[in-house]
């Protein structure tokens, strides 16, 4: 069995390979949560459903978001209805007393759907009302989420990394604090970040499920270390459980040129190096890393495969799995660079 860390598109479009490397059902991806947000009181799962979208044969490749081909003529007419009567479309938080009333999983992370700043496609928004009615039904979002990927016939075991709620909010230079989602989408990124905090995950835990995929050997994709991976290594535990079994990351970076997205910005701002020397700082547990040909970083003290780390389609995928397939090898035998 191998456990993937997902978040973001870096490690969903490695699973494209990684099933060929891989038997699918040995391989479990614990998903990160803390980008999930309760929209019009529909619970939005982000990342989770990225991978849920990929494995089921749907997901939209050109955004990385959402049902291929879907309609928005919900969102749309919700658009409009604002619009029509002058109100603002940005994010509209609930006040503070309705981020912590009610479903707990939802909290610190709720927003109006009037004017849903956030696109949400028909098909996609099903996914979300089945999810958050399963919730009020009495299920925890692991079993919510193992129900819709048996409907989307996933191969790979898809787990949230937590059934409790955190949230990944963005604190601004300007002294604004925001959801990950207002921060990205509404915002495109734009303010400067002067922190990122993780909040509730002190009172948070991983899952009995995600302890038990944590035991077997794991693989960080390219994903981006603060946003996409950092709410998981912050839930209590989950470190030390890195710390006792093999692992191996794949840099989203090629020296201190990042993929895409935010993450150098996002890195800086929490006093990290931008560059794949501050993954590697990020990330003390692991004991090897997959870095690009290009890439000059040395990494002395970790096994290190290197391979080209651009992941376009499935077979670039499938080379750099097995880059991480003999990662986690070498790793073993306690080879070094």
């Not at 949230?167 to 002067?194: C, K, N, S, Y």
């Not at 996409?228 to 290594?233: A, D, E, K, N, V």
Request: hydrophobic content about 45%.
């Amino acid at each position: 069995m191998v456990t993937f860390l997902a978040g973001g598109t870096g490690t969903p479009k490695l699973l494209d390979g990684a099933t060929r490397v891989w038997d699918p059902s040995e391989i479990a991806v614990v998903a990160n949560t803390g980008d999930d947000v309760e929209l019009g009181g529909h619970l939005v799962c982000p990342d989770v459903d990225t991978v849920l979208f990929a494995g089921g044969g749907v997901l939209d490749r050109d955004l990385w978001w959402g049902i291929e081909g879907d309609t928005t003529a919900t969102h749309d007419e919700l658009r409009r209805l604002a619009g029509a009567v002058d109100v603002e479309t940005g994010p509209r938080y609930l006040d503070d007393e309705a981020q912590t009333a009610g479903r707990e999983i939802a909290r610190w992370r709720r927003f109006s759907g009037v004017g849903e700043f956030m696109e949400i496609g028909d098909r996609d928004r099903a996914v979300h009302v089945t999810r958050t009615s399963l919730l009020d039904e009495g299920k925890t979002l692991t079993e919510a989420i193992r129900t819709l990927a048996a409907a989307f016939e996933l191969d790979v075991d898809l787990l949230p990394m937590s059934d409790d709620p955190v949230a990944t909010l963005i604190h601004t230079a300007d002294g604004d604090t925001m959801h990950f989602q207002e921060f990205w989408v509404a915002h495109r990124a734009e303010p400067a970040v002067a922190d990122v905090e993780f909040r509730g995950a002190d009172d948070a835990a991983p899952t009995p499920e995600v302890e038990a995929a944590l035991d077997a050997p794991v693989v960080i994709g390219p994903s981006n270390p603060v946003t996409s991976i950092g709410p998981l290594l912050a839930l209590p535990g989950v470190e030390a459980a890195l710390a006792a079994t093999p692992v191996v990351a794949v840099s989203p970076f090629v020296g201190d040129e990042v993929f895409s997205g935010p993450a150098a910005d996002l890195m800086a701002g929490v006093g990290r190096d931008p560059s794949t020397a501050g993954v590697a700082e990020a990330y003390p547990f692991a004991d090897a890393f997959v870095l690009d040909d290009d890439d000059p970083t040395a990494l002395p003290d970790r096994h290190v495969e290197r391979t080209d780390t651009r992941i376009d389609d499935a077979d670039d995928a499938e080379r750099v799995a097995l880059a991480c397939e003999r990662a986690l090898a070498g790793s073993d035998a306690g080879v070094t660079e």
